[in-house]
């Protein structure tokens, strides 16, 4: 087991680049098997859950070349085969490979998916989109078994009950060779939808309307390949600038699009948070008299449930109290208990996260519980004094890319450790 120690209380100061989005570039994997030709990914981050990705596909057939990070897959010998266990179940987006096998081959056995513990995350709304769509679904084993008649998916009219990411995207995924049209009401308007049905139109799919919440997707025969940038990861550009808020004396952080931001961005200025917003690059200068504020996330373009962790601990620098509510996912609290070990006053009370600052953060071992808990542990642990040790750190390697170089090159004293 692998644990990360940091020596707090050292200001960082530099530049940082953000890597390719780990939420885009898990769905982009999966998308590939729709098409009959190479298809080659640039910008692709350096993260587990890609590694995981690239294992699954290779089991299927596909071929994949890296260099350095770009991604060069060949799904044209992929073979339609069931996947009920290993890497499948190590991670959330494996419920992808529901829509792209569905879409190429028409039935799909694959195990149920995993990922962090942010409380109920059901898929029902992936479910009731495929068979809206004319696929018929049973449980074999620990798998969901999906399969069409001869006839294959038809196009539907989708209303999703919820606003989901993982259901917009699997929709757009199945429909894309569907027999005629498929419309999303009520779709999820993340940057990350918009980038997956980019690279799908750029295979030759006919998407409309990705962006918006209602998309139309009118069915084509054949995808070929093609080659695609990944979008900046947004949530790692956030994760950033909290935390050059929270320890940097001045820190520019390269490859940000703000606009994917704009939520985020408002409630640092409502901090106090002096910093300075570029084309492509946000430039935080080192702080002081932040103001506690209250938090409600909500979906895109509102402030990311995503993102309300890795901030804690620059809310816990501010003076006040103030208040976070997850509207996303209610039990997304697990960093709360670890920040208090790290002496910060914060609690939980019903669904609400209350805090009170100004807090003089201390080292402590504590547990990452799931990949945003685990960034806002790294911030705390540079902030505060003394020595944090971070365990289960697992779950920070799915989804940031070379953290550890990232922050040494700012200056931090972090490392990676066999226990
Ligand atoms: C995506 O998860 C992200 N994961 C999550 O990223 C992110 O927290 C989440 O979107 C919300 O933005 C990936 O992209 C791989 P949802 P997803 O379906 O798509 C409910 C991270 O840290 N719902 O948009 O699985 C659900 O319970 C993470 O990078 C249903 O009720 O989330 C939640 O309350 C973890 N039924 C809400 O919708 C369904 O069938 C939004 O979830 C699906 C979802």
Redesign the pocket.
């Known amino acids: 087991m692998k644990k990360i120690v940091i020596n707090g209380g050292r200001p960082l100061q530099g530049e940082v680049t953000i890597s390719g989005a ?2 885009s570039v ?1 769905a982009l994997i999966p998308a590939i098997i729709l098409a009959d030709e190479v298809v080659t990914l640039d910008g692709v981050p350096d993260i587990s859950d890609v590694a995981s990705l690239i294992d699954i596909m290779e089991v299927m057939g596909a071929k994949v070349k890296r260099y350095e990070d770009s991604l060069e897959i060949d799904p044209s010998q992929v073979k339609n085969m069931p996947m009920p266990y290993g890497k499948i179940n190590s991670l ?2 494996s419920y992808y490979f529901y829509g792209s096998l569905l879409g190429r081959f028409g039935q799909a056995t694959v195990g149920l998916p995993g ?2 513990d ?1 409380g ?7 479910l009731k989109a495929f068979e809206a769509m004319g696929a018929k679904m049973s449980y074999e084993g620990n798998a969901m078994h999906l399969a069409t008649d001869q006839a294959g998916l038809h196009g539907a009219v989708i209303y999703m009950d ?1 606003v ?4 917009t995207i699997n929709t757009m995924l199945a429909a894309v060779k569907a027999k005629g049209r498929t419309i999303i009401e009520n779709a ?1 308007r993340e940057p ?1 939808i918009i980038d997956v049905a980019t690279l799908l139109n750029n295979m030759g799919a006919h998407i409309r309307g990705a962006g918006t919440d209602i998309i139309t997707i009118e069915g084509v025969d054949k995808l070929h390949g093609t080659r695609h940038q990944v979008i900046p990861d947004r ?1 790692e550009a956030g994760t950033y600038i909290a935390l050059a808020a929270a320890v940097g004396k001045g820190i520019q952080i390269n490859n940000v699009l703000y606009e994917h931001l704009e939520g985020f961005l408002a409630k640092l200025e409502e901090m106090g948070v002096r910093m300075t917003v570029s084309e492509d690059s946000v430039y935080v200068e080192e702080q002081a008299n932040l103001k506690a504020i209250n938090i409600k996330t909500a979906p895109y373009p509102g402030f ?3 993102l309300q962790q890795p901030l804690t601990p620059l809310l816990l620098k501010a003076k006040g109290q103030g208040t976070i509510i997850d509207t ?2 209610e039990k997304r609290v697990n960093h709360v208990a670890e920040l208090a070990k790290m002496s910060g006053q914060i609690k939980t009370d019903k669904n609400k996260i209350i805090y009170q600052g100004p807090n003089d953060l201390q080292g402590a071992a504590v547990k990452a519980t799931d ?2 808990a685990g960034a806002a542990l790294v911030i705390a642990g540079l902030l505060a004094q003394g020595q944090t040790q971070i365990s289960n750190i697992e779950f920070i390697l799915r ?1 940031y890319s070379n953290i550890i170089e990232k922050l040494t090159q700012l200056g931090a004293d972090i490392r990676l450790v066999e226990d």
Not at 120 to 126: S, V
Not at 164 to 167: E, H, K, T
């Open positions: 780990k939420n898990v959330r987006a990922g962090c942010l109920p995350r059901p898929i029902d709304l992936h919820t989901s990411v993982g259901a999820a990350e949530i990311a449930t995503d996303i996912y990949l945003r989804g």
